[in-house]
């Protein structure tokens, strides 16, 4: 093989390299600074700064630096970027349009303050600015920087970058759009973990994928509902039956006219189990697909929220809060006096303080006010306890396969 093909074949194959991080990296840190480095190293440059600026307040929303000081990309980002030459060029750049500007810090932008008090004394003399990515709202810039001995950008660098930046483009919407529905995934998993009742996902031989915090809770406080060796759910006789027989067949057991499973408790109320498969496009036939959408109502666990915020909300004393959550969760005015150890007459004395107070008429208007208020959002699980946390050995890629 001649040198000049060996040099092809060379840069070929590190051209490869740089596109297999560049796509890897959308998902694994490494690989993405691994990539924008070899970019940088492909033009003698000393480092990058790629920026996301919002194109009507010209905010930096995302800053990453790739082989520069820590502090002056700090102080690009907080300052110096309001007053760089290059910003309004930049933020009118279309989404459609990929360009290469080959830009002599140290001559054209020689008058610019950002260039005089910050890339001169940084020895960053010598810029290469590629667009990547633009749309309505921001615009993301990838900046490599050179030294005053490397010397000017040229077209001859713009053309070695040429058969990267598609990539480079690609990766960047890619890597962005994962980080947007990794935060709206946390977000809806914050509000599972919110809800009163318990919730399981089931794959399609009703293994445990997932679990929120009331059913861990649920899990804990009654011995009726576990987690099995085998990590299948499993309930109190008759209902674990019916339960294996609802996955395997996919029908609702027959002697179930509400659609609910009851599991029996000693000397408490039952538990009620609704089952629901998850429509066709969500489920799957795989271990470790969820398949089974399993929601545990527990009569008990009264209101979800404690009886200082259904006083707050409602006006009222914590006792008389007490006595307010009881009543919602279907208990009887009999029922709560036993519990509380009062007198049936004191209830129906706070009950008539509660209607004084918040100017309801009867008990269903005083549920309705419990129910629709606050007090119905159940309180954030205590500081240090994951969100959606996933039981032993269930595995927790399921919830970004949901969402």
């Excluded at 991080?21 to 924008?36: N, Q, T």
């Excluded at 990838?142 to 040229?154: M, V």
């Excluded at 005015?333 to 008429?361: D, G, N, W």
């Excluded at 959606?388 to 890629?397: I, P, Q, W």
């Amino acid at each position: 093989m001649s040198p000049r093909l060996a040099g092809d074949w060379l840069n070929d194959q590190r051209t490869l390299r740089i596109v297999a991080d560049l796509y890897a990296g959308v998902r694994d840190e490494a690989a993405w600074h691994r990539a924008i480095l070899a970019v940088v190293d492909l033009v003698g440059g000393s480092g990058a700064m790629l920026l996301v600026t919002d194109r009507r307040t010209r905010a930096v929303l995302r800053e990453e630096t790739f082989r520069l000081d820590r502090t002056r990309a700090d102080a690009c980002r907080r300052h110096w970027v309001l007053k760089s030459i290059r910003l309004e060029s930049l933020l009118k750049v279309s989404s459609a349009r990929t360009a290469l500007e080959m830009t002599p810090a140290g001559g054209s932008l020689r008058a610019g303050q950002a260039c005089n008090e910050l890339l001169q004394i940084a020895d960053m003399s010598w810029l290469l600015l590629h667009w990547p990515h633009g749309s309505s709202d921001e615009v993301a810039s990838l900046c490599i920087q050179g030294s005053r001995s490397r010397g000017p950008f040229d077209a001859n660098d713009a053309a070695v970058l040429e058969p990267l930046i598609p990539h480079l483009q690609r990766a960047l919407e890619i890597r962005r759009e994962l980080e947007r529905l990794e935060t709206r995934s946390a977000m809806l998993a914050r509000s599972v973990d919110l809800m009163s009742f318990g919730l399981i996902m089931l794959d399609y031989a009703g293994c445990v994928l997932e679990a929120n915090a009331a059913a861990q809770e649920i899990m804990q406080e009654n011995t009726v509902v576990r987690i099995g060796t085998d990590q299948t759910l499993k309930l109190r006789e008759p209902a674990g039956t019916q339960l294996r027989d609802w996955v395997s067949t996919g029908r609702a057991p027959a002697k179930s006219e509400d659609a609910l499973l009851h599991v029996p408790r000693p000397d408490r109320p039952p538990l009620s189990v609704l089952v629901d498969r998850l429509p066709r496009h969500h489920a799957g036939r795989l271990a470790g697909d969820p398949c089974w959408m399993v929601l545990i109502f527990d009569p008990e666990r009264g209101v979800p929220g404690t009886a200082k915020m259904i006083a707050r909300d409602l006006g009222i004393s914590v006792r008389e809060a007490e006595i307010a959550s009881l009543l919602a969760v279907g208990h009887t005015l009999r029922q709560i006096a036993t519990r509380l150890r009062i007198s049936v007459h004191t209830v129906r004395c706070h009950l008539k303080a509660i209607y004084s107070k918040t100017h309801i008429r009867s008990q269903p208007e005083l549920v309705g006010a419990i129910m629709t208020g606050p007090a119905f959002v159940r309180l954030a699980p205590p500081a240090g306890q994951p969100a959606m946390k996933a039981k032993t050995g269930v595995r927790s890629h399921a919830r970004r396969r949901l969402m």
